[in-house]
């Protein structure tokens, strides 16, 4: 998997592999941005939290952003005001003007070098019709006293507008550095930090839950926290249905020309944002968007080509210095989940559903989560709770159910070559003795076949041309070519041929 520009360039503190069977009062299952901030309110108690990351912190989608730390997201006010009242989308302004002052709050605290600054936020338009959907956005903000202003220009941004609203003192930062630092701030704290730790799933305990990791040792604890992006552990909230993954691109290049500092982002497809970086003296441009569904894509490669034309066609560049890309599960009505994973398992708690707005929303995630926890209620429970019924009868929900169930028949009809001639760095489908598996040679030709079968839930993988991946179409699980788990909410790895039959499990209660 292609690493970010800022975590190629901040590797961090290591911390250790959990080596031994351990009991704790917390455990945080993700050392990305809400497992960090989530660690950090919870420290205030004299209790043992313990954090496991599969990988290194920071290292998932929290360190693959765009480092935007908004509550400008989209045209969202209006929706959420038809579908659940002014009251609640005033609400979810609030939570994340929270959110977006935990963050600062920490960084001037703790003296974290991470590039902050307060820059404004703008949300543009090229587009005649996308351009009544600004100006139908800032009547109702008018209503609900949020201080968009109406802009017909964006002054030094190169890019001629139909229209934009504006947010000012809204942020951005290197979120690769936030979270190295915020790390040494909860370790400080007596927070223990587990690296390279996956876990395989989790059981119910008759003095709490044991939640096992792949090195086959186990951890006990009172209440568990489930902050690793996407929902391995369900409990029957069917989570995988409630919300969908999508792929976005990224780019960062010298910026020889300066623009507005500030960040921003299209309304009409395919969506494209952009925001400045300086560090050490030099400004640099962060352009990407072009989003589509995990497992949507014919050439993931080629969606680079059109963000580097976007990128060079509209400001004066260097040559680009680092590409990536990232997932975000986006909940069918737009609001993330977060607290209870369901009414009957109160001490297990879920943050997820960020809808590509994961920085602001993971430390208000933080916020309701520690709120739940020491004092039984939240003012935002409501408004994210993962089981409101809204989240899930809505049209958008039956729709992207319907896809899920298309792709799943789908992919269980034998197509495929018979051939293996396979060129290095190519993958495809192929079929071995009438079963499909999926073919990878890497640079130095050594050829993986794996059983293409998604170990969640049944669905047949798609290759990624970028990443070298094998991604699957119904619940975003991601897996390398050789067979390792890259993106939840699979628990298993994929078996290489020979190894028997994929073993599928989704977790689910």
């Not at 050490?280 to 072009?290: A, H, M, T």
């Not at 003012?379 to 009868?393: H, T, V």
Request: one cysteine or more.
């Amino acid at each position: 998997m292609e690493n970010s520009f800022w975590i190629i360039n901040n590797q961090g503190e290591s911390y250790p592999t959990l080596d031994k069977d351990i009991e704790t009062e917390y455990l945080i299952v993700g050392a990305g941005l809400t497992g960090l901030h989530t660690a950090y309110m919870l420290s205030k108690q004299n209790k043992k939290i313990i954090v496991v990351e599969s990988d290194k912190v920071g290292y998932g989608s929290s360190g693959r952003n765009t480092g935007k730390i908004t509550s400008s997201h989209g045209l969202i006010y209006e929706s959420i005001s038809k579908k659940y009242g002014e009251e609640k989308a005033r609400l979810y302004y609030e939570a994340n003007e929270e959110g977006l002052r935990l963050i600062k709050d920490i960084v001037k605290k703790y003296n974290i070098d991470c590039n902050f600054e307060e820059v404004p936020n703008y949300i543009f338009t090229q587009d005649e019709d996308s351009l009544k959907q600004i100006k139908s956005e800032y009547k109702t903000c008018e209503k609900l006293q949020i201080p968009y202003e109406y802009l017909n220009k964006i002054e030094d941004f190169p890019i001629e507008i139909k229209g934009a609203l504006k947010l000012d003192n809204q942020a951005q930062f290197n979120s690769k550095k936030y979270m190295d630092g915020l790390a040494k701030v909860v370790s400080s704290k007596g927070v223990y930090i587990y690296e390279n730790t996956p876990v395989v799933g989790l059981e119910k305990d008759k003095d709490g839950y044991i939640v096992k990791t792949r090195n086959n040792k186990t951890i006990k604890a009172k209440i568990v926290v489930i902050a690793s992006s996407n929902i391995w552990h369900d409990e029957l909230g069917l989570y995988f249905t409630k919300e969908h993954a999508y792929r976005s691109y990224l780019t960062i290049s010298k910026l020889n020309k300066p623009i507005a500092k500030g960040m921003f982002i299209n309304v009409e497809k395919p969506s494209k944002t952009v925001r400045t970086y300086t560090d050490k003296g030099q400004n640099y441009l962060v352009c990407g968007g072009f989003d589509h569904k995990t497992g949507k894509c014919d050439n993931e490669s080629k969606i680079f080509d059109d963000i580097v034309d976007f990128a060079k066609n509209n400001f004066k560049i260097g040559i680009i210095e680092q590409r990536w890309s990232t997932q975000d599960y986006i909940a069918t009505d737009n609001i993330p989940y977060i607290g209870h994973i369901s009414k009957d398992e109160p001490d297990i708690y879920i943050a997820t559903g960020f809808c590509k707005w994961g920085i602001s929303t993971s430390a208000i995630a933080s916020i309701v989560i520690s709120d739940l926890i020491l004092n039984q209620k939240s003012k935002y429970q409501g408004l994210f709770d993962p089981s409101r019924i809204g989240s899930y009868l809505n049209l958008n929900y039956l729709k992207e159910n319907t896809i899920m169930a298309y792709d799943y028949i789908k992919g269980k009809i034998k197509k495929g070559s018979m051939e293996l001639d396979i060129a290095k760095g190519e993958g495809k489908v192929v079929v071995i003795d009438g079963d499909k598996y999926g073919a990878y040679r890497d640079k130095n030709g050594k050829l993986f076949v794996v059983d293409i079968t998604c170990t969640h839930l049944g669905c047949e993988l798609k290759f990624n041309s970028f990443e070298k991946s094998w991604d699957c179409p119904c619940h975003g699980s991601r897996f390398s070519y050789d067979g390792s788990i890259l993106n939840g909410p699979a628990l298993k790895p994929l078996k290489l041929l020979g190894m028997g039959d994929n073993d599928i499990d989704p977790d689910l209660v």
